[in-house]
C-alpha cells in the first residue's frame, strides 16, 4: 500500500527513491513490481535506469519454490 502511495504521489516522492531500489531485490514478486512503478513514477534517471536493470534480472530469474515438511505428529 505504502508503494502505491508513492506511485501516486510521482516526482515528488523522490526522497523514497533509494528504498524503493532497494525493494526491487525483495524476495517477493509483487513488491518488487510495485516498486518498479513506483519509481518510474518518480521519473528520475537514476530510478529509470534502476528500473531497466530490475526487468532484465526478472527474465532470468528463477521461481521462488517453497518447501514444506511434513508436520509429523507423534
Do not use: F, H, N, W
Request: proline share 5%.
Amino acid at each position: 500500500a505504502a508503494v502505491e502511495s508513492l506511485a501516486k504521489i510521482g516526482p515528488k516522492a523522490k526522497r523514497a527513491e533509494m528504498v524503493l531500489m532497494q525493494a526491487l531485490e525483495d524476495e517477493d514478486g509483487e513488491i518488487r513490481a510495485k516498486a518498479a512503478d513506483a519509481l518510474l513514477a518518480i521519473g528520475t534517471p537514476a530510478a529509470k535506469k534502476s528500473v531497466q536493470e530490475y526487468r532484465k534480472k526478472e527474465k532470468t530469474r528463477k521461481p521462488v519454490i517453497q518447501t514444506y515438511q511434513p508436520l509429523i505428529i507423534e
